[in-house]
């Protein structure tokens, strides 16, 4: 049995006293614990570091967070200099797995994190962080033990997936041109792009307008296409989105909107900043695709009302901002709902952006009724104890700002043109 090194045994006493402290003697806890590491050999206590942090990352795992979960724990909680110490962290852990074991979206969240192992050896870790970012001994090692803190308290959530070496088949979804589902989900995500991209504001109507029609009209063909093998291989799943402040709750009720809308259920954790949308694979890649499009849409459009002042010359105030995101959302919840209907009854969108009308297939509601039964289970599954929540309304001019903002969205534009 290997013995614990000097080194180790200080990282280790540190990080205990600071996750048992009392919030009223933290402070003393990491400035304690903080001079205890500055002091002693620093080489040998970023080796200990990295290794701690890697069992605490791990430990984080096994409970059901994931790598954008932490990073979003840290972005919540702590300051920029935690942010990309955790990301490294994060990076140092990834080590102990193939990339066979981690799946498609374990994969898509590191690649956002930009997580790499940048530094020459373990030993060397510190000493090279704190010359890229200006940090003394003390700082650093009081930055990292506050994150090793905040990861070491994390409660067990609900996992979302498989966790690294938990055993088991690890889905992945091939990258490359495969008939129907990717092709379909690129010529979204390239529509929605350039909907947040252009200056003008007809044109970001009209390609959201197609995107939306887009996104109903796959789920349906997966539908389809799944009746007509029989039983799906591949039941519902989830994944989590961050939905963080300001103005959290009409965020979330947008993401529901959009969530419902395709076919998906949503679960709202506040107090970690993210909600779980559970559905099938491709809707769930929908979701995220359009909500986050429709969040970058919505702020732009609220900060140019905002802008204006009321005719006394008041500024806007944030119960302006609260309430147009709220009209916003709610607004937007009935134009993809009547969209998904169109789509139902009948409605596809040509080659030529024009939309056409042909007859429903006669398996298509049994299919829908199944898929919605699934994921009805599955959240039943996951969440057995759910409450609801409301919102308050406190400003009609926000309110009716929000709804003409989201009726220029025009979600449901038919025969290629824009409902004005």
């Known amino acids: 049995m290997r013995q614990q090194s000097t080194a180790e045994a200080l990282v280790a006493q540190a990080v205990a006293q600071v996750t048992g402290a ?95 192992v940048w530094w020459d050896g373990d030993g060397a870790y510190l000493a090279e962080y704190a010359a890229r970012h200006r940090l003394d001994r003390f700082a650093l090692a009081t930055a990292a033990l506050e994150l090793l803190r905040l990861w070491s308290l994390l409660p ?21 041109p495969v008939p129907g589902e990717p092709r379909m989900l690129s010529r979204i995500r390239a529509l929605l792009a350039k909907a947040e991209s252009t200056e003008y504001p007809e044109e970001a109507e009209a390609l959201t307008a197609k995107a939306q029609q887009l996104i109903a009209q796959h789920s349906i063909d997966e539908a389809l296409l799944t009746a007509g093998q029989g039983a799906s291989p591949n039941g519902p799943g989830a994944v989590r989105i961050g939905v963080d402040n300001p103005y959290e709750s009409p965020k979330a009720m947008l993401l529901d909107a959009v969530a419902t809308a395709n076919r998906c259920r949503t679960v709202w954790a506040k107090e970690y900043g993210f909600c779980t949308v559970i559905g099938f694979d491709s809707d769930l890649d929908a979701v995220e695709l359009l909500y986050t499009s429709l969040l970058v849409q919505a702020t732009a459009a609220m900060q140019r009302a905002g802008s204006r002042h009321h005719k006394e010359g008041a500024s806007r105030t944030k119960s302006f901002r609260q309430s147009f995101l709220i009209a916003y959302a709610a607004r937007i919840r009935e134009r993809l709902t009547t969209a998904t209907a169109d789509a139902v009854a009948g409605h596809r969108v040509g080659e030529d952006g024009t939309s056409e009308r042909r007859a429903p297939d006669e398996r298509l509601l049994p299919a829908l009724a199944a898929r919605e039964e699934a994921v009805d289970h599955t959240v039943d599954r996951m969440f057995p104890r759910l409450t609801s929540q409301r919102v308050r309304v406190s400003n009609a001019d926000g309110w009716y700002e929000g709804r003409a903002a989201a009726d220029r969205a025009a979600l449901n534009g038919r025969s290629g043109s824009i409902e004005r």
């Open 22 to 116: 009392e919030p009223e003697r933290l402070d003393l806890a990491l400035d304690t614990g903080a001079s205890l590491l500055a002091a002693a050999d620093w080489s040998e206590v970023s080796r200990a570091l990295v290794a701690q942090a890697e069992r605490t990352v791990s430990r984080a795992w096994t409970v059901g967070w994931r790598p954008a979960d932490l990073a979003r724990m840290v972005r919540r909680e702590l300051g920029p200099v935690h942010q990309q110490l955790g990301v490294d962290l994060i990076a140092a852990e990834q080590r102990r797995h193939p990339a066979a074991a981690l799946d498609r979206r374990w994969h898509e969240q590191l690649r956002e994190l930009a997580t790499e």
């Open 156 to 176: 067990p959530v609900t996992p979302v997936g498989p966790a690294p070496g938990a055993g088991g088949p690890v889905e992945h979804r091939a990258v490359g």
